[in-house]
């Protein structure tokens, strides 16, 4: 996991400048779930209330692009996200304040009451419009690991989050419906494709393939999915796992990946 920074650590010109933003800080908790960021910290505010407070130092370049990246794509996601409300640069940092969500992390345990909210929320991620700025296409990210056509079969205009990890859905408390929070990797790619990696981590999680692809059924643009298209998806994604971590490290992980294939489709599939 990224090293946490407590509030009382940071830079005294940096508190004061989020501060100035939001009133001053009356309680802090770090996050310690999440790999990407230096600071994650709920905050608890005189004059905003609660909010998620997540920064990088100007130095890291790495978490810098993911957090400008969220910075951006924010207005495009605000619906099934979390809103940005303040943005701080100071004394070597730069830290967005996102409107604090009251929820938990997703369960995708067997007997999880969790998947219609996370059904609910893959369905509207699927109207999200295209960004006014350039998000790279899905098959950028398996660049050294594609065959010839590979790249078409990949192409799609839809805004994809990519990473449906448990850490990046939470459930509200309130209303029980799901949030995509993490931002910080999207792509361009066929619409289908945040759907079948959360199929993965239910399985991930314990599910069996049978009831992994039982929910994934249920996904309407898993239904129009083009089955060449899936096939290159799992093909190049399992290529890639094992150029990482070799043949033994990636068996696990791509044995989940193809039994994405077994999912039974009621008719004709077209090109999405």
């Not at 309680?27 to 905003?48: I, P, Q, W, Y």
Request: proline share 6%; with cysteine; net charge neutral.
């Amino acid at each position: 996991m990224t090293e946490r920074v407590e509030w009382g650590a940071l830079p005294v010109k940096f508190r004061s400048a989020v501060e100035a933003r939001t009133g001053p800080v009356i309680a802090s908790a770090s996050v310690t779930s999440g790999f990407n960021c230096t600071l994650a910290m709920d905050v608890r505010t005189r004059n905003s209330g609660r909010l998620f407070l997540k920064g990088v130092r100007l130095s890291d370049d790495a978490g810098m692009a993911g957090l400008l990246c969220e910075e951006r794509i924010n207005s495009v996601v605000g619906d099934i996200g979390a809103t940005v409300r303040y943005r701080v640069e100071a004394a070597g940092w730069l830290a967005l304040a996102f409107i604090h969500i009251d929820g938990r992390h997703v369960d995708y345990s067997p007997g999880t009451t969790d998947l219609d909210a996370v059904t609910h929320v893959m369905r509207r991620s699927h109207g999200l419009r295209t960004p006014p700025f350039p998000v790279p296409q899905l098959s950028d990210r398996f660049a050294g690991h594609l065959k010839p056509g590979e790249v078409d079969a990949l192409h799609g205009t839809h805004l994809l989050h990519t990473d449906t990890n448990p850490h990046n859905i939470l459930i509200s408390n309130h209303d029980g419906h799901a949030c995509l929070v993490d931002w910080a990797m999207p792509a361009l790619g066929p619409a289908w494709v945040d759907a079948a990696y959360t199929a993965t981590w239910l399985m991930a999680f314990g599910q069996t393939p049978d009831d992994a692809n039982a929910w994934l059924s249920g996904i309407p643009s898993w239904q129009q999915a083009d089955r060449i298209a899936v096939e290159t998806f799992v093909r190049v994604t399992c290529r890639q796992a094992v150029a990482q971590v070799g043949e033994r490290g990636a068996a696990t992980s791509n044995a989940q990946l193809r039994h994405l294939l077994d999912t039974p489709r009621p008719r004709a599939i077209r090109r999405t």
